[in-house]
T-cell receptor, first 110, second 118 residues
Framework: GENVEQHPSTLSVQEGDSAVIKCTYS??????FPWYKQELGKGPQLIID?????GEKKDQRIAVTLNKTAKHFSLHITETQPEDSAVYFC?????????FGAGTRLTVKP | DTEVTQTPKHLVMGMTNKKSLKCEQH?????MYWYKQKAKKPPELMFV???????INESVPSRFSPECPNSSLLNLHLHALQPEDSALYLC?????????????????FGPGTRLTVL
């Protein structure tokens, strides 16, 4: 089955700096790659996603890149703010079967 | 209505109790999911319902029994649970079933039910 690895497990940045989180996946059949933000006591919130026929996608301060050949995808957050502090999960999906990475705890220091 | 709702928010039960978790969405989504999330871990897929039929069961013990009465509702019936089953149980929904959407299926999560088994 699909195996998703996510790095780093923790990331601390200064407000205004950029943050990058990287994931790899094992199953070349995976075709959908969402990113979720989870705050304490809440369910995961979809923040951006990318499909296998696209290499890059941007939404304001958030961007995601996908390298299908290398089976890598990454989340980039620019101009970080304290409210970006949360746990971020990457995931890889085939049809409705979605597998998550282990998560990255991002802390943005004011 | 653009959200997934779950009840109850918190549940404490003994190992001999029978209880149910409920999930509801009114977005017209055709797939619904149950996930289990332990502290500081990612969500783990338990069950997927596509067009009200069980399409994925990740070898979950029979003490967890899912039910999909209609396209808007998803239940998880609990019986004879163990303390290690204590976790956050998340429900999600997505617009298309397994064969629809080209496989690109955004999943939207509810807030979860925090379950404690004593």
């Amino acid at each position: 089955g699909e195996n998703v690895e996510q790095h780093p497990s923790t990331l601390s940045v200064q407000e205004g700096d950029s943050a990058v989180i990287k994931c790899t996946y094992s199953d070349s059949a995976s075709n959908y790659f969402p990113w979720y933000k989870q705050e304490l006591g809440k369910g995961p919130q979809l923040i951006i996603d990318i499909r296998s026929n696209v290499g890059e996608k941007k939404d304001q301060r958030i961007a995601v890149t996908l390298n299908k050949t290398a089976k890598h995808f990454s989340l980039h957050i620019t101009e970080t703010q304290p409210e970006d502090s949360a746990v971020y999960f990457c995931a890889a999906s085939i049809n409705n079967d979605m597998r998550f990475g282990a998560g990255t705890r991002l802390t943005v220091k004011p | 209505d653009t959200e997934v709702t779950q009840t109850p928010k918190h549940l404490v039960m003994g190992m001999t109790n029978k209880k149910s978790l409920k999930c509801e969405q009114h977005m017209g989504h055709r797939a619904m999911y149950w996930y289990k999330q332990k502290a500081k871990k990612p969500p783990e897929l338990m069950f997927v319902y596509s067009y009200e039929k069980l399409s994925i069961n990740e070898s979950v013990p029979s003490r967890f029994s899912p039910e999909c009465p209609n396209s808007s509702l998803l239940n998880l019936h609990l019986h004879a649970l163990q303390p290690e089953d204590s976790a956050l149980y998340l429900c999600a929904s997505s617009p298309s079933g397994a064969s629809g959407g080209g496989g690109y299926n955004e999943q939207f999560f509810g807030p979860g039910t925090r379950l404690t088994v004593l």
